[in-house]
T-cell receptor, first 113, second 116 residues
Framework: GQQVMQIPQYQHVQEGEDFTTYCNSS?????IQWYKQRPGGHPVFLIQ?????EVKKQKRLTFQFGEAKKNSSLHITATQTTDVGTYFC?????????????FGTGTRLLVSP | EAGVAQSPRYKIIEKRQSVAFWCNPI?????LYWYQQILGQGPKLLIQ????????DSQLPKDRFSAERLKGVDSTLKIQPAKLEDSAVYLC??????????????FGPGTRLTVT
């Protein structure tokens, strides 16, 4: 079945440093979503990417969908302590009728002040 | 707009006991999902409903787990009998989307289940 892996599993940065998490799917995706889960909280939707090579920005966050639609990345510029949490990508496999969303393994980000 | 409601928030049971979780999705959301999130892992889809019909339950351990969504609104997820490995957070989510659409999912606060 479809597998979605993320690297790194964990990253600890100093406030102000940049951060990137990479997401790789074993199959081609129709679209990909990104979620953030704060410690003790539930996943919160950040963004959805649909087109090959698509790049979207939300303030300090930049999301990219690969040309082959099998990978994606999230880059945070100048991290802040409020960025702490686990970031999940979630992909929908192409050519499946109901397009189940498969969550990645997640990258846990810790930001020290 | 009210979010996805879940209850209880926490539950501790002994193995072989039964437990039920309840979810009330956002009003008007046709699609409802139950996920299992084991500590340190991403959410794993257990079952997906479209209105009151099951769209996908391929990862639901049907020998012990059951779920229903009567009248296409609220949903309950039951485990009977529970095993130690069922200890996890059970997340309910809902979305506007119809089958095959790609709408963002809104998650409830989850129920943290501990099986001893």
């Amino acid at each position: 079945g479809q597998q979605v892996m993320q690297i790194p599993q964990y990253q600890h940065v100093q406030e102000g440093e940049d951060f990137t998490t990479y997401c790789n799917s074993s199959t081609t995706l129709s679209n990909i979503q990104w979620y953030k889960q704060r410690p003790g909280g539930h996943p919160v939707f950040l963004i959805q990417l649909v087109k090959s090579g698509e790049v979207k920005k939300q303030k300090r966050l930049t999301f990219q969908f690969g040309e082959a639609k099998k990978n994606s990345s999230l880059h945070i510029t100048a991290t802040q302590t409020t960025d702490v949490g686990t970031y999940f990508c979630a992909g929908r496999e192409m050519n499946t009728g109901f397009q189940k969303l498969v969550f990645g393994t997640g990258t846990r980000l810790l930001v020290s002040p | 707009e009210a979010g996805v409601a879940q209850s209880p928030r926490y539950k501790i049971i002994e193995k072989r006991q039964s437990v039920a979780f309840w979810c009330n999705p956002i009003s008007g959301h046709a699609t409802l999902y139950w996920y299992q999130q084991i500590l340190g892992q991403g959410p794993k889809l257990l079952i997906q409903f479209q209105n009151n019909g099951v769209v996908d339950d391929s990862q639901l351990p049907k020998d012990r787990f059951s779920a229903e969504r009567l009248k296409g609104v609220d949903s309950t997820l039951k485990i009977q009998p529970a095993k130690l490995e069922d200890s996890a957070v059970y997340l309910c989510a809902s979305s506007l989307g119809l089958t095959g659409s790609s709408y963002e999912q809104y998650f409830g606060p989850g129920t943290r289940l501990t099986v001893t």
